[in-house]
Structure formats: structure tokens, C-alpha cells
């Protein structure tokens, strides 16, 4: 099968076509022929090597997938009674391997596409919408009325963020750079704010003094700072990525890095008491062992996007082929929403 591996660490040109011998579908497993892939800031970031838990190269990357299931292995459980069959129209976490043809997926992350549902919009919805649903609702307890602030509200997790607050009722402040502060006010942020001419603690304390209810911020190094000033009691602060430690390159950079591990605060569980604030991790990839909970907002998320609620904005789609621009479009911050990657 057809593939783009990382040859080795390094900029978007690292990404090479190449052919790899078609997966093997072991017991408990599902063979997905892949449509579109999504692509994550995780893998931008896989690709330069900085990435916890990354592999050796040369490796296949990429989270998720949308596709047809061409085989199962044992049975093809998805371990709540449901049973996969060639011909479904899935979507699948697959923690890497995703920039491929075909990809062999433990079943319990694989789900069953709502009918009618694009490949492109099954492969948008993972990793975003579980990302901001279970930071937003699970982990959150978010409420109608509460007020959040979205950084990079543009993105991908951004925009999934974004509609899933409307959903909710929520107030909105969204940052996201100068060209997208439209884009911004178009998807119903009430409070736009363009990071390069506003300082956004500055903004929120204007419009809440009381402080707000919860930040989503991935940027990372001193952003984690200064979103926890914006909490008032009860707030929570979701931290979820280091986007600071990417470049517009993608070349890595020790000093960026660095810079970023090093303005990121303690957080004193003492002070945290004091302030009645939340600080909330979110990882997906470990919460990849919680199969069940993962399947359950999938669900939810499903039924939002059934009942026309939420809806993926894909920015851009390239071909497998040219993952390298798909990545060079995102290091420079091009991207409004999800880029994916279509395979044929
Ligand atoms: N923990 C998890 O499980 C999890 C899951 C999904 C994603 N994430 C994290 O969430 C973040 C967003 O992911 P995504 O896939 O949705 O990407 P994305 O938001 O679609 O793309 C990156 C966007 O972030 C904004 N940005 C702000 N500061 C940045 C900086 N210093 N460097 C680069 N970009 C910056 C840019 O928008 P502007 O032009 O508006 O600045 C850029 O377009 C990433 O940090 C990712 O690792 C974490």
C-alpha cells in the first residue's frame, strides 16, 4: 500500500510516499480503507521529533482516519454489544499509521459513521470534537450561560470548541491571529480578540471582571499564565498542547522549546484552593484507555452533528501525496479549521 512516512525528524520535507506492505488485521482489530485522514497539530509536531512518547523514524503518522471497513479480526467488536462488518462506514482513532491506504485499528476506537456522513467530516471529528467535548462537558461541567475563552479559536480544535459552546449557550471570547478576527465573529465568538493588538487578560477583564469560567488554551509557556488570570471563582484552566513550541518553520528549536517548558508556571495546589480554580490536562492519547467514555461522547457528538449543531469546518483538503504542503500550511498558521488528507 501507499503510505507517507517521517523519514527522519525534521521540516515538512521529511514527509516521503512510499510503499509499505499492506497491515495485517489481528484479533479485536478492524481493517479500515482509508478515505481521509485527519491532520493534527500532534502530527507537526511528531514529525519534528518533539512529541512525548514519539517513535523512531521511519514512522507512518497521523491520529485519525475515516474509511470503509474492508476486514475484522475476531469478530470486530467494538466492546458496547456493536459489531463491525465489511462495508461500515467508520471513522477510528488510530494513533499513527493514519497517512495510508489502510490502516489496522484496535475496534473499541473505531465508530460507526452517522448515515450520510462525509469521509472528510468523519475524519475532522475525532480527535477535535473528543478533544473539546471532554474538556468543555465532561471534565469542565460547563453550563448555559458560563463564559469561555478559546484560544487559537480559528483552528481545529477552535472551531469544534466554538460550536460546541454555541451549542451549550455559552458566552465566547475567542482569540485567533489578525486575518481570521472575521472569521471569528462570523462562527459567533461574542468577543473576537486578535492576540498581535490586544493584550486578551486585558479584554476579558473589561468585559468580566469577575473573572470567567474557563480557558481552553494549547498555546502553552506563559499563555497558561496569563489564561489562569482570567478565572474567576470556580474557573477552570484546560491545558491541552504547547503550540508555542512549534515554529512557522517546522524546523525544531531547542530555544523554543526550552523557552516555552520554562515560562510555563507551577501551579500550587494551596494557590488553587485559595482561588477555587480547576487546572484540567487533557490528553486523548491516554484516554484511549478508557474506551467506553471515549465511545460515549462520540456518541453525543454524533447526535450534534445529526441534529445539525455542530458541523466540521474543513479548511482545506490536499492529497495524501502532498502531506508535505498539508503541514507547510499549517506551520504558517494558514489553516481555518481542519486540514485533511484525502486518500485514494
Ligand atoms: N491534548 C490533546 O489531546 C490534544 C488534542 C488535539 C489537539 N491538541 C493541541 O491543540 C492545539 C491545536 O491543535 P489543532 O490540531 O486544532 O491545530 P490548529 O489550531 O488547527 O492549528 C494551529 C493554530 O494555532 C494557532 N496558534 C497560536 N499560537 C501558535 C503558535 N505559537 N504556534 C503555532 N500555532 C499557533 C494558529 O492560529 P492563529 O493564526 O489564530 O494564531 C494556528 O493556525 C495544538 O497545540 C495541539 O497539539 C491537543
Not at 25 to 53: C, H, T, W
Not at 113 to 123: I, Q
Not at 214 to 222: F, S, T
Amino acid at each position: 500500500m501507499r503510505v507517507v512516512a517521517v523519514k527522519r525528524y525534521g521540516d515538512p520535507e521529511v514527509l516521503e510516499a512510499r510503499e509499505m506492505p499492506d497491515p495485517q488485521v489481528n484479533s479485536g482489530e478492524v481493517l479500515i480503507r482509508v478515505k481521509a485522514a485527519g491532520v493534527n497539530f500532534a502530527d507537526l509536531m511528531q514529525r519534528m521529533g518533539i512529541y512525548p512518547g514519539v517513535p523512531k523514524p521511519p514512522f507512518v503518522p497521523g491520529f485519525e482516519v475515516a474509511g470503509v471497513v474492508e476486514k475484522v479480526g475476531d469478530g470486530g467488536k467494538s466492546g458496547d454489544g456493536d459489531t463491525f462488518r465489511p462495508g461500515d462506514a467508520v471513522c477510528a482513532i488510530t494513533q499513527y499509521n493514519a497517512y495510508a491506504q489502510w490502516v489496522a485499528v484496535p475496534a473499541r476506537q473505531v465508530y460507526r459513521l452517522p448515515a450520510g456522513m462525509p469521509f472528510e467530516d468523519g475524519a475532522a471529528l475525532p480527535v477535535n470534537y473528543l478533544t473539546a467535548y471532554h474538556a468543555m462537558f465532561a471534565m469542565g461541567n460547563l453550563q448555559s450561560g458560563d463564559r469561555i475563552l478559546i484560544h487559537g479559536a480559528a483552528g481545529g480544535v477552535g472551531t469544534a470548541a466554538v460550536q460546541l459552546a454555541r451549542a451549550k449557550g455559552l458566552e465566547i471570547y475567542g482569540t485567533a491571529g489578525p486575518a481570521k478576527q472575521e472569521y471569528l465573529r462570523k462562527i459567533g465568538v461574542d468577543h473576537a480578540i486578535d492576540y498581535e493588538k490586544s493584550d486578551f487578560v486585558e479584554v476579558l477583564r473589561k468585559f468580566s471582571p469577575d473573572g470567567i469560567e474557563m480557558v481552553m488554551d494549547a498555546i502553552g509557556g506563559k499563555s497558561f499564565a496569563n489564561s489562569y488570570k482570567c478565572l474567576g471563582p470556580t474557573g477552570r484552566l484546560v491545558v491541552y498542547g504547547l503550540s508555542a513550541a512549534a515554529g512557522p518553520d517546522g524546523k525544531k528549536s531547542a530555544a523554543r522549546g526550552l523557552s516555552a517548558i520554562l515560562q510555563t508556571p507551577r501551579f500550587n495546589p494551596l494557590r488553587l484552593m485559595a482561588d477555587n480554580i480547576t487546572v484540567i490536562g487533557v490528553s486523548l492519547g491516554k484516554m484511549l484507555s478508557k474506551a467506553g467514555l471515549m465511545r460515549r461522547e462520540m456518541e453525543e457528538v454524533f447526535k450534534l452533528y445529526e441534529t445539525g449543531k455542530i458541523k466540521p469546518v474543513i479548511g482545506k483538503s490536499f492529497p495524501l501525496a502532498d502531506a508535505v504542503s498539508a503541514h507547510k500550511y499549517i506551520h504558517a498558521r494558514k489553516n481555518i479549521g481542519k486540514v485533511i488528507l484525502n486518500v485514494k
